[in-house]
């Protein structure tokens, strides 16, 4: 069997991995051992945070969505109930966005969201107003 010589590619290798990690403090940017550990971490931890990153966003946004309702005299989780009663489906980043550049927009969602809330709370017939429905035998 022919002998394998990996200089060049280890190297290559090295080398890619020292330039992953150039601007770490100390030795995780001088040293290749530690070095890869800490790109290894790195990946880790940019694919977990590119997860978590959503998450944020979507906190970002109730809150605004929240301040923007409270201004309007509604509470966050009674506007988005009205918005579901009133069959308007927005996500909330588009309603946050709304909240911030249009003022008046908003407005308006929320006095659709109070028709919603108002048109769910009539009451249903009940069971005595019903037509009796025969069983058969």
Do not use: N
Not at 23 to 28: K, L
Not at 39 to 65: C, E, N, P
């Amino acid at each position: 069997m022919p002998r394998v010589k990996r200089s060049v590619h280890g190297h290559k290798k090295r080398r890619e991995t020292m330039a992953a990690a150039k601007g770490y403090y100390g030795a995780r940017s001088r040293r290749y051992r530690v070095a890869k550990e800490q790109v290894m971490h790195s990946g880790v931890y940019a694919y977990r945070d590119r997860r978590d990153k959503k998450g944020q966003f979507r906190r970002l946004w109730i809150t605004r969505i929240g301040a923007a309702t409270r201004a309007e005299g509604m509470t966050y989780s009674t506007f988005i109930r009205g918005l579901k009663e009133a069959g308007l489906d927005l996500d909330r980043k588009v309603l946050a966005d709304l909240a911030v550049t249009d003022p008046a927009v908003f407005a308006s969602l929320v006095v659709a969201a109070r028709e919603g809330l108002e048109a769910a709370a009539k009451p249903k017939r009940t069971r005595a107003q019903r037509p009796a429905v025969s069983a058969k035998a």
